[in-house]
């Protein structure tokens, strides 16, 4: 640790190691590993293993397999170089397949920081370099003090500003390193948020790479069971209501521990929220056993997103996101997720602050939204509602007779009213510089991007679309497309016109 | 960031109701002929290989699988009709408009879609050319911007000479040397 901190003055092109400290990192990556195998190996032991292996071997096993994760960890260690020069950054690693990685700076889009919590005691962090390609080229160190990670930050920063030859308005405000704190979140916030929303694949997501061996077990057992279950309820009189009201009772548990893994997920994953604005940068710290650090220059912002959903709705709260490009591969496990920037179940005013403080002078919960045409409730209606009523109906009419009318009819209530209502949130508007789009079926979303920031737009019409003069927007940004349907023409086409004046008249950047 | 010398004419007028009216060029009629002698080809091929199967004289068949052919058969015709009609019509309604700051492409039969890519997004560039389009000698120019690969705009169907043309022009253009 200390010799990594050393050399930070001297910006020395020679190779360094890591903290000795990240033997630990290299030994935790091959114990996860090891984990997923066990699971194939133990049941195999335990099936006919133990007939080769003389148990008395095992703890010797046990000692060899340690002594050899040990050894592996200590040599990843030692052949784990890199340097840090003026040009970029390289890394060589790998015991036997050596491998060289070659990041010049203005390929590194993003630099991150996770302190797992087998760092925490010695305050080291891993540092990941994002880059624009493929998720693959990404490079880490693991173990490294937060003095020499913070100094390849700024080594990465200030060669990114060097470049970029826009000395105009962030460069005073970036060299001045003061933090403002812009938004803490309580635990209290993350319960609700928990709440809210269903973080329960966060947990379940950790969980991935072992869900072929979990399923393959539970099918595994429960084949085994079948003979003995079967004889045992066939022995048994079971009534019907009984086993009725077991399932409902499963379900409600099921409930009740989804919420709570979701509580955990958010606690688990938001602890101790803060998010700073440092000159040009957003960063977000967070976590409880993992501390995750992600920063986002603000001129890499391509969208605000300010989510609620009805329950976010009822208790007053808003999920807001900025995001920025998504090049290489999307990361669907938001742990790890560095192109989205998540202020997790914030206030109404809080959001609407925070987003002016990205996109300054917007107005996304103040503009008069011009309503998507009603034809698209139509469309909805005759395309989807009405079809499918009408196989249900048909259904519930061949199994319960005239009583089927009552499903059917409520189903239909119950769509047509969704889609009405998703009809009406519908909207879109602009001023000088921002595009405004209002969603959401009984929660509202809006959404706010600069004109500046497309990548791309398109224009879709069908047949009597067009004689209504009526058109799908699309506008692609480097975070993804932003649909709004059933536009009035008359609306879209100067919008269009505006957009395109912007970009390819101004010609800004969207980085 | 001013640059005086930006010209781009048609963009700000009036005549610009959602780009549909602007000027365009149809792609090579080469490219609807490809398609269509591809799927009556394939739809011949595999229609023609059913039909060997059921009446060889070698051996019988047993009902079922005479019956599985019978489908078999029919969902071929079926879908090498819809594709063939679908080629006949649409292939004939791709335009595009390379203009001095954008491209724009111009598709679809029920749903008609313009897709405009202002150059100054475009990441990069390239051409594809299969086989099959090696043959009837057209080209496909791929325009790759930071939208991902979902949003790259296609033009299928250029003259080899053309789609090479417009590469170098792309490439040569200004905005893409930028930053």
Known sequence: MTTSTESVQTTSTQWQRLSPWSVLHFLFVQLRQSVSFAIYVIPAYVVGGHKLIDSEYFPLLILAMGAGWAISSVLKYYFFQFTVTDKGIAIRSGVLDRTFTDLPYERIQNVKFDQPFYFRFNDLLIVTLDTAGSAKQEARFAGVSSAYAQFVKDTVMRAHRQQSATPAEDSAASTTTDEELLNERSIRDLILHGITNNRVWIVLGTLAPFYEQISGFIFRQMNALRPQAEAWLGEQVVALWYVGVMSVLIAIVLLILMALFSIGGSVLMFYGYRLTRQGDKYIRNSGLLNRQEVSMKRSRVQIARQQQDWLDRLLGRVNLYFEQNVTGRTNPNELKATHKLLVPSVTVVESDELTSNVFSAQQARHMNFEPIHKRYFWRQLMLWILPLTALAGFVSFKVLGATGALPTLLILGVMVALTYLHWQRWGIASDATYIYVRKGIIGIDYWCFPLAKVQQIEVRQSLFMRRRQLSTLGFVLASGRVKVPFVATDFAAPLIARVLYEVEVKKPGWM | ?179
């Open chain 2, 1 to 179: 960031m001013e640059h005086a010398s930006v010209t781009n004419h048609p963009l700000y007028s009036q005549e610009l109701p959602c780009l549909g009216e602007l000027p365009s060029e149809p792609i090579s009629p080469g490219y609807r002929k490809l398609n269509l002698a591809v799927t009556a080809f394939f739809s011949l091929l595999v229609f023609t290989v059913l039909l060997v199967v059921a009446y060889q004289p070698w051996f019988t068949l047993p009902v079922k699988l005479e019956f599985s052919l019978g489908v078999a058969g029919a969902i071929t015709a079926l879908l090498g009709g819809l594709i063939f009609t679908y080629h006949y019509f649409a292939d004939r309604l791709i335009y595009y408009t390379l203009r001095e700051q954008d491209i724009v492409l111009f598709k679809g039969l029920l749903f008609k879609k313009v897709i405009c890519q202002p150059m100054l997004r475009i990441q990069h560039i390239d051409i594809q050319r299969g086989p099959l389009e090696r043959l009837a000698g057209l080209a496909t120019l791929k325009v790759y911007s930071a939208g991902g690969s979902d949003h790259t705009l296609a033009i299928p169907g250029l003259p080899e000479e053309t789609a090479e043309k417009m590469r170098q022009f792309v490439l040569n253009h200004s905005d893409l040397t930028r930053d």
